[in-house]
């Protein structure tokens, strides 16, 4: 499942398109200003996609998206969203980093639409196939861990879960997000991903039991943490 934030002060429309696009396969985190939103993408897990509206309560969302384009978050695809009719704001937004544009009001059917396109594209553009973080190299066609040239003893569902912390380095997935990989549901989702997680660190570490590469966010999830040098 897909984790999207939108950054709205309309509660009213947040909530519906909450549950909404939750009903189909994209979970909605919301934040109704600014500030709120900032200290949602600070704080994670981490987010696939950010909806941001044009006009919010503290701060312009012209300014928003060109400070998040100048940080950690300058990757994050953005579907800027406004009630404006001028067509100099659009042209704007996009200019600033916004991946795409919607008008208010819109059907919530266009907008699910617009964010699978732009999952896919982002998707399409940047898959790479190799990760080398220092000694550790990830090969995703072989689902092969290789770690100071020894190749990791990592099944597939291991490897997947290394993937898709080391190709977000430094930000927080929780267990839901890596269990979403796995195709894992129940009460035991949260016990299986520490389980692979902790094969993961002996296989990968220099100590396992003080891990570096791959870090506890207590209460949220886990981190990779590049090497020093890399």
Known sequence: MHRVLIIDDDQKLTAMLQTWLGSRGVRLDCAHSAAAGRARLDRGPAVDLLVLDLMLPDADGLDLCRALRAGPTAGLPILMLT????????????????????????????????????????????????ICHGPLVLDRDRLEATHNGVPAALTAHQFRLLWALASRPGRVLDRAQLGALLGERGDLLDRTIDVHISRIRAAIEADPRRPQLIRTVRGAGYLFSPPQDD
């Open 83 to 130: 009630a404006r009719g001028d067509p100099a704001d659009r042209v704007l937004g996009l200019e600033l980093g916004a991946d795409d544009y919607l008008s208010k009001p819109f059907d919530p059917r266009e907008l699910l639409a617009r964010i699978r396109a732009l999952l896919r594209r982002v998707a399409r553009t940047a898959r790479p196939e190799r």
